[in-house]
């Protein structure tokens, strides 16, 4: 595996991150973490404390590019601590930084707009998805329900994956974020809906949105609404490619709950 001056370390595959692109490089006792073809935004993740330290970026022979970062022993967080405020603090601390996004958008990071998580929706999905009468109803809906506010509120840096398999506690208990190949520019409510959804009852959303500092008004709500839709629409897409059907009709119930709050049958 030829990485220029990199060649001293031995490598090994990790399974973390969507792209396959990760491994441990070691060398006598030190350990690194190499990621290929990583977002540039990473320098400014690793400034802000967000991703462990960058320590040097390299042109591979192939033309990747090469991140090495601080390796950091640890665990990754359990879906009971994604309640926690700890990690709404984070999340608040990345949605509200200005340097962030400045640098997300000089390195032309995307702008994700309602339509487009829509799009992504669509984007490759089974033909026994695409034949739901249920789940199209809830697409008909979201598609008709956008307003003029939903593209005049702050839109800021988006993780995309807010998985808890992509928190990391060091040993030094200090909590990073890591895996950013989602990151996009996008109302932040589609990052908070990712946790609701994913890892709280539905009855404990306005304590947590609290939590995070939101004001929910009827505009707010109806935003929390639309996006929590459209999360349960991708976590059905996904729960249903990986074979898990047990998680597909679990997220039925919950996509079903949350649309018939204003669609009684």
């Not at 290929?36 to 967000?50: H, K, Q, V, W």
């Not at 590019?65 to 009971?80: F, N």
């Not at 707010?220 to 996006?227: A, E, F, N, P, S």
């Amino acid at each position: 595996m030829g990485y220029g001056q990199s060649e001293d370390w031995e490598f090994h595959p990790l399974e973390a991150g969507a792209t396959g692109q990760a491994f441990m490089g070691v060398k006598s006792d030190e350990k690194v973490f190499f990621k290929r073809n990583t977002s540039p935004f990473i320098a400014a993740l690793s400034a802000e404390g967000i991703v462990p330290k960058l320590m040097w970026t390299q042109r591979t022979y192939s033309g990747d590019i090469l991140t090495a970062q601080e390796w950091k022993d640890g665990q990754l967080l359990d879906k009971e601590e994604m309640a926690s405020l700890e990690v709404c603090q984070l999340i608040h601390k990345i949605h509200h930084s200005t340097n962030l996004f400045w640098m997300l958008r000089k390195v032309d990071g995307h702008v994700f707009r309602p339509l487009d998580f829509i799009d992504f929706y669509f984007s490759e999905l089974p033909t026994s998805l695409q034949n739901n009468q249920f789940l199209n109803q809830v697409v008909a809906y979201l598609e008709d329900s956008i307003e003029d506010y939903f593209y005049q509120v702050d839109y800021t840096v988006c993780h995309g994956d807010l998985n808890h398999h992509n928190f990391l506690r060091d040993q030094e208990d200090y909590l990073y974020l890591v895996d950013w190949e989602n990151v996009r520019i996008a109302d932040p409510l589609s990052d908070l809906t990712f946790i609701l959804c994913q890892y709280l009852n539905p009855t404990e959303w306005t304590d947590w949105l609290n939590q995070y500092g939101l004001t929910i008004d009827k505009e707010t709500y109806t935003r929390i609404r639309w996006y929590s839709l459209v999360n349960c629409l991708l976590a059905i897409k996904q729960y249903y490619m990986e074979n898990r059907h047990y998680k597909v009709n679990e997220t039925i119930l919950l996509i079903k709950r949350i649309y018939q709050e204003n669609h009684p049958s």
